[in-house]
Structures are given as structure tokens and as C-alpha cells.
């Protein structure tokens, strides 16, 4: 048992290095992206959506989840707390970044969600937090979901149910600043000509909704479309849905980008 304890705390050791790394090499790229340098702004010194002390909270589906460690889900700007996913990438970027600002980021995405089951645990994962600046990315499992019969949804469903929660949140959180981050897929793995056009109808939806809130709009179906004009789709996506670890860094720079030159 001791053998089976000692290599389980070098496995989370090893992780939680691996972890660290990989925001550090992030944070690297972004800033030689340039996205650095946009960065600027989001702290409040020239404008953008996220002011100093605020509380960023992303949520969403696995997309945003990416394994994250729901175990310490309570503690705020922890590396396993966030996933490995985008929202970490993002998060490290932001607190490197600006550590004057004294940020506080959540990550509480999870796995297989779709709008309603968001509603449904909302009063928790986000009015509970208190945050400042809400991130969503949801619609890929409103889609799958109905495709492998294990939902009846529609996209007028996915719209009215995504309206009632910002609705609830502009209620519950006055002053919230929203972001709406646009659904996506790439050709390959699970996805193939069987969600289309539809899924495009989830894309339009996310749309209206982040203009009717006056949320900022995250294009990820567009950054992803300009990146597989030169690379191969399984490069940024190996399913077509979640995304690899060069996919998790463009949606980072994209979602950085967005909110760095907001105007609120």
C-alpha cells in the first residue's frame, strides 16, 4: 500500500509539473503572439472587459472542463482546479500577465453539458461565486447529443433556455459583464456531414444571443476555420469537437483577444 500511495503523490507530482509547464510555454507563445501586448488593456489601465480584483468565471461543457480536478474546484487560480484546456491557458495568461490586478479565475465547465443542465447547477457554479465577468462556451453537446438520440433538443431550444440563464444572470449579478463564446467544430473524427447545416443554426443562435446581452462574442468557428486553410483540421481538433493542445492555444490567444479590446 505505502509502494501504491508513494507512486499515486508522483503521479500528481508529475502532473501538476506538467501542468505549471505548459501554462509557463503558454504564457511564452501568447505573449509572442502579441496578444501580450493587447493585454494591457484588460486590466483596466486602457480600457477592455476585465478590471482589477474582478472575479472571471468560465463555464461550459468539456470543452472548458479539460479534466480539471473538480475536487478543488473551490480554490481559485489553482492549476489543477482550472483543466488543461483553454480556460487554463487564458487564466495563466491573465495572471502572468497581470499580477497586480489580483484577479480571482474559476474554472467550472463540465463535461457533456448542455444549456438547461448549466440552468440547472447555476445558483453554485456562478451566482454563488459572485463573479465579475462570466465566459460561456456551450452548443456542441445541444447538437451531438441529438444526433446520437440521448437528447429531443432544437436550436430554438438551445436559444430560448440560452437566453433565460443570461437573463437570470443580468438579474441576480447586476452589472455582470457576459461573454459569449461561439460553438464550434472542425471536419474530422465524430464530426461529419450529418451536422450540417444545423449545427451552423447553434452558431447563428449564440450569436443573437451574445448581441441581444450585449455579451462579448468569441469567434472560435471562425479562428478555427482560418487555421485549417493551412493545417490539417485533426491538427487543432483529433474528434473534431475538443480540442488538442495547439487548438487549446489558439482558442486562448482568441478569447484573450476579445476581451482585451472590448469596450465597456
Known amino acids: 500500500m505505502a509502494e501504491s500511495g508513494s507512486t499515486k ?8 509539473i506538467s501542468q505549471a509547464a505548459a501554462g509557463l510555454t503558454a504564457t511564452s507563445l501568447l505573449s509572442a503572439s502579441g496578444c501580450s501586448r493587447s493585454m494591457a488593456r484588460v486590466s483596466g489601465r486602457e480600457g477592455g472587459l476585465i478590471g482589477p480584483g474582478n472575479v472571471v468565471l468560465f463555464q461550459g461543457d468539456s470543452i472548458t472542463d479539460a479534466g480539471r480536478d473538480r475536487r478543488r474546484e473551490d480554490n481559485a487560480n489553482d492549476t489543477r482546479a482550472l483543466g488543461t484546456g483553454y480556460a487554463f491557458l487564458a487564466a495563466a495568461a491573465l495572471l502572468a500577465d497581470h499580477s497586480e490586478a489580483k484577479l480571482t479565475v474559476y474554472n467550472r465547465g463540465i463535461s457533456g453539458h448542455k444549456v438547461f443542465q448549466l ?21 456542441v453537446n445541444d447538437i451531438w447529443h441529438t444526433l446520437n438520440g440521448q437528447y429531443d433538443g432544437t436550436i430554438e431550444v438551445y436559444e430560448r433556455d440560452y437566453r433565460a440563464l443570461l437573463e437570470r444572470t443580468k438579474r441576480e449579478l447586476p452589472g455582470v459583464k457576459l461573454v459569449v463564446c461561439e460553438p464550434f467544430v472542425l ?33 472560435f468557428q471562425t479562428m478555427f476555420d482560418e487555421a485549417v486553410r493551412t493545417t490539417p483540421p485533426d491538427y487543432w481538433a483529433g474528434d473534431g469537437v475538443h480540442p488538442t493542445i495547439a487548438g487549446a492555444a489558439r482558442m486562448a490567444q482568441t478569447w484573450l483577444q476579445a476581451v482585451s479590446t472590448a469596450r465597456t
Open 9 to 16: 503523490k508522483a503521479t500528481t507530482r508529475r502532473e501538476f
Open 119 to 139: 440552468a440547472e447547477r447555476w445558483d453554485k457554479d456562478c451566482i454563488a461565486l459572485k463573479p465579475d465577468v462570466v465566459s460561456i462556451l456551450i452548443g
Open 187 to 219: 471536419r474530422c473524427g465524430a464530426v461529419n456531414d450529418k451536422w450540417f447545416p444545423e449545427f451552423d443554426g447553434y452558431r447563428a443562435a449564440a450569436r443573437q444571443v451574445a448581441t441581444a446581452f450585449d455579451a462579448v462574442f468569441v469567434p
